[in-house]
């Protein structure tokens, strides 16, 4: 099926910011009603239903849908403003489609993620090959509102819907000769435009990795959803990291496969640019890019006349990450 999307999306089409707002705080004394009448304190991962839901229908299935709905609501309280959706979905980067910011939205129609299918393999006493339905079942959705720091200097807010990878990794049983993960985008040039180009920068398939600890990192999520939504296929659907910390390229879309592996494994924009891009990819302001400053970012919704510059925060504010980093030269593993 073609998804056709509208130019842009009216701005009738998106809850506005009052409204997401009074919807959290209607579920938090929800939450109070239900913890008194309990006689007991309820869990904080207890309140079910994200809390900012997109009016824009985004095709899916309807166990997709089902399992969406379900997704505990995010309870921290981050004092940045959301990125409206309509940001979030038409400001991307996902070179299969091309390499403009606006071209993933414009071309992703020809992706179809459902049905969609994982191949875990390496260092694991489980592998195989696992429907994306059957993998969703056994996990948890949750919301998640994280920054996005792009290594271009620009930044998001968004409302992830997903699950800790490391509560996925953990039931393949990884061996001990496991200390990476690898995960490697879809390759096909009937879905991916820009695969059939002989112009593009990055070679195909899009691959990225992490050390086995950042894997395990309870703030590394598998992202399926946003603003209460599926993925749109721009975003990376049907399933996409989101490693908040480091620089946004480290979050790879459209994932097809998973590997546990033994040496650190090679990631595409490193491969292109090793001088520029590293393997750890943290977010740190007192490490230029060889080609522009990382001091500041540009925080989406940004014009011409409201660039909306910003201090960048080291590991892009994740502090509580520094502890995987101990005894490592920031500068030297960038
Ligand atoms: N497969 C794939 N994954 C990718 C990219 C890409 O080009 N291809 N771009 C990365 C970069 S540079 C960024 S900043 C984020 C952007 O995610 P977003 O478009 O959902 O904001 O996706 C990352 N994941
Ligand atoms: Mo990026």
Same mark, same amino acid.
């Given at each position: ?17 009052? %409204? ?10 929800? *939450?109070?009603?239900?913890?008194? /009448?309990?006689?007991? @304190? ?21 166990? &997709? ?31 299969? #489609? @091309? ?17 969609? =299918? ?7 006493? $489980? ?35 997903? #699950?800790?990878? @490391?509560? !996925?990794?953990? $039931? #393949? ?12 985008? &879809? ?6 435009? /820009? ?23 309870? &703030?590394? *999520?598998?992202? %399926?959803? !946003?603003? @209460? =939504? ?26 097809? =496969?998973?590997? #546990? ?25 007192? %490490? ?47």
């Amino acid at each position: 099926m073609i998804i056709k999307r509208p130019p842009a999306i009216p701005s009738s089409e998106i809850t506005p910011e009052p %409204v997401y707002r009074a919807r959290r705080q209607f579920m938090q004394q929800g *939450l109070a009603l239900v913890a008194t /009448a309990a006689g007991v @304190g309820a869990a904080p991962n207890a309140v079910a239903k994200p809390t900012f839901v997109t009016d824009t229908d985004v095709p899916s299935p309807r166990w &997709l849908k089902q399992k969406l709905v379900s997704a505990a609501a995010d309870t921290t309280a981050l004092a940045d403003k959301l990125t409206p959706y309509q940001h979030v979905t038409s400001y991307n980067n996902f070179y299969e #489609f @091309g390499s403009h910011k606006e071209d993933p939205a414009k071309h992703s129609g020809s992706l179809k993620p459902h049905p969609w =299918k994982v191949e875990v393999s390496g260092a694991a006493d $489980q592998t195989g090959v696992f429907n994306l339905e059957d993998i969703l079942a056994k996990v948890q959705l949750q919301e998640r509102v994280y920054r996005l720091r792009c290594v271009e200097a620009w930044s998001m807010v968004i409302p992830w819907i997903g #699950f800790e990878l @490391g509560s !996925l990794l953990k $039931q #393949f049983n990884p061996t001990s000769r496991a200390k990476y993960v690898a995960f490697t985008t &879809l390759e096909d040039p009937q879905q991916m435009p /820009a695969q059939r180009s002989a112009f593009s920068s990055v070679g195909w398939p899009y691959v990225e990795g992490l050390t086995m600890a950042e894997a395990m990192h309870p &703030l590394t *999520l598998l992202a %399926v959803g !946003l603003y @209460g =939504k599926a993925l749109p296929n721009q975003n990376g659907a049907p399933l996409r990291l989101v490693v908040p910390w480091k620089y946004g390229f480290k979050s790879i879309k459209s994932i097809v =496969k998973i590997e #546990f592996t033994e040496r650190q494994p090679p990631t595409s924009w490193n491969i292109l640019a090793p001088n520029e891009y590293g393997f750890y990819a943290n977010v740190n302001p007192a %490490v230029d890019h060889p080609r522009w400053s990382q001091a500041t970012e540009r925080r989406l919704p940004s014009g011409l006349f409201s660039p909306n510059i910003i201090d960048t925060q080291l590991f892009n504010g994740y502090h509580e990450v520094a502890s995987l980093y101990k005894g490592l030269d920031l500068r030297k593993h960038y």
